[in-house]
């Protein structure tokens, strides 16, 4: 997954893009409502964590800027506001969940997963096709019952694949998102990263074809 988290809290962002990059997800991290606004304009993500007050202005009126122009992308706010009223405003003005300061990381992760989970309209996000089983969330894939080991961004890559079989996808799209702005990335990291997979997909009735010019396709190998 690819999250957006926008606080000004250096300390905090650091240790919160840590825990998320243990977990395999990709973090672009903004301290302005400015930057955060960049961000969304220019790339798409799974999920958004929104710190309140910013040092250019108040992240719920980001919140409702964005929903006002159809960014669906789900939202969990960051606050130190345990007040009620201010709960209540944070969910009407279209965050999908809120989590309050000082918090634990566990229960940080264990909102992201709940929200991306409803997101998805289904209390499993398991997929099951081609003999694959697949679980983006618990990062686990299997090929006819064999249990696989994948790198993070193996299981990345994967994940986007599978959730739009058919579709193709650029060196540059899947480029967006599987690195952040900040990483380095050579010219031929998708390739590496399409080979690893098509070889654990081999034994599979799933292929990745390469479309010359175009970018690559998962497609069921008949």
Known sequence: MKYLLIEDNQELADAISSRMRLD???????????????FVETGEYDLILLDIMLPDGDGRSFLKEHRASHLD??????????????????????????VTK???????????????R???????????????VFDPLAGHMAVHGQSLTLRNR??????????????????????DRLFSYDDDVSENAIEVYIGRLRKHLENSDLKITTLRGLGYRLDHDT
């Open 24 to 38: 395999g997800h990709v973090i672009d991290h903004a301290a302005k409502l400015e930057d955060a606004t960049a």
């Open 154 to 175: 193996e299981l990345r890559l994967l994940e986007l694949l599978i959730n739009s079989p058919g579709q193709v996808f650029s060196k540059q799209k899947l480029s």
């Open 102 to 116: 000082p918090f634990d990381h566990a229960e940080l992760e264990a909102r992201c997963r709940a929200v991306l």
């Open 73 to 98: 992308t789900p939202v969990i706010i960051l606050t130190a506001r345990s007040q009620v009223l201010d709960r209540i405003d944070s969910l009407d003005l279209g965050a999908d969940d809120y």
């Open 118 to 132: 409803r997101n998805a309209g289904k209390s499993q996000t398991v997929i099951v096709t081609g003999g694959v």
